[in-house]
């Protein structure tokens, strides 16, 4: 009798502690990328389609137009910036926040939330706990995307906007983030600047692209010059500090010894960068 007792005990606690494992109908999904300096993260549960119709006017639709939509499945979708951060012109603290939506056939409005542990409860929504909120247009894709599907892209070429993408069904929408690193690139460079020739080719190069004193860039760069000769693309800079000084000899002098260098290093490209260089300088 105590076999049976003990055989059914077994059998009620691996009933208990037993799961089964099973793939989920919205699996998680997670986007990231830097932004300037800037570290931004999408958290987010993905539906898929399944053939219905997602966004429209009327209760046909998933996600009817006008109503407030949790912009994903499960607890709803999560951005985080490591830095304060400006989204579509607003000001954002640093931290996470939960993305709401309203979608609309010719406008979408979009909310940043504070209140994390709102998750998916909707009906519970909270304006005061409202980080931001804005209105964005809503393009059509031609293609559809059977998954819900976040995208940060769209980066800038000086680094300080990107785009966070929502794509569903045959929808489009997108909003702009807005960095600002200078300030801690300036600090870095106050503190980094004596530690070698590599600082200051850093520093000379970002004063010169980012039109700060070029004067202050030519010393860094005539510094970071010294250190090492055969350094062609030190002396590449150089020469377009000099350039953009007005100093077309000094430029010429340095593309020279920049071109050398890199003929001796066979690299292709700076010689050729050099070439063109000097065709403006003559």
């Known amino acids: 009798m105590k076999s049976y007792v003990s055989l059914f005990l077994a059998v009620v606690s691996l009933t208990a502690f037993a799961q089964i494992k099973t793939p989920s109908p919205s699996p998680s ?64 603290a640093a931290g996470k926040y939960l993305i709401y939506t309203w979608p609309g056939a010719s406008e979408w409005t979009v909310s940043l939330y504070k209140d994390l542990d709102l998750g998916g409860n909707i ?10 909120k804005f209105k964005v247009k809503p393009e059509k894709l031609a293609e559809k995307i059977e998954t819900l599907t976040f995208n940060i892209g769209d980066i800038s070429d000086d680094s300080k906007t990107a785009k966070v993408q929502l794509m569903w069904e045959n929808t489009s929408v ?41 004067k202050q860039a030519l010393d860094w760069a005539t510094i970071a010059s010294l250190t090492n000769k055969d350094a062609f693309w030190v002396w590449l800079l150089k020469a377009k500090i000099q350039k953009a000084l007005g100093d077309k000899k000094g430029a010429m002098e340095s593309s020279m010894t920049s071109k050398a260098a890199a003929e001796k290093a066979s690299n292709a ?8 260089l000097q065709k403006t300088l003559k």
């Open 174 to 214: 997108k909003f702009t983030i807005g960095v600002d690193f200078d300030s801690k690139v300036m600090e870095s460079i106050a503190k980094a600047t004596g530690s070698g020739g590599g600082a200051y080719y850093q520093a000379a190069s970002y004063y010169f692209d980012n039109g700060k004193d070029l």
């Open 29 to 92: 999904g997670s986007v990231s990328t830097t932004v300037g300096l800037t570290d931004v993260k999408i958290d987010y549960s993905r539906p898929r389609a399944k053939g219905r119709k997602i966004f429209g006017e009327g209760a046909n639709f998933l996600v009817s137009y006008g109503s407030i939509w949790r912009t994903g499945a499960n607890n709803g979708t999560f951005i985080s910036f490591s830095d304060d951060v400006t989204v579509e012109g607003n000001k954002i």
């Open 269 to 276: 490209e700076y010689v050729k960068m050099n070439e063109e």
């Open 123 to 132: 009906t519970k929504y909270d304006a005061s706990k409202e980080a931001a």
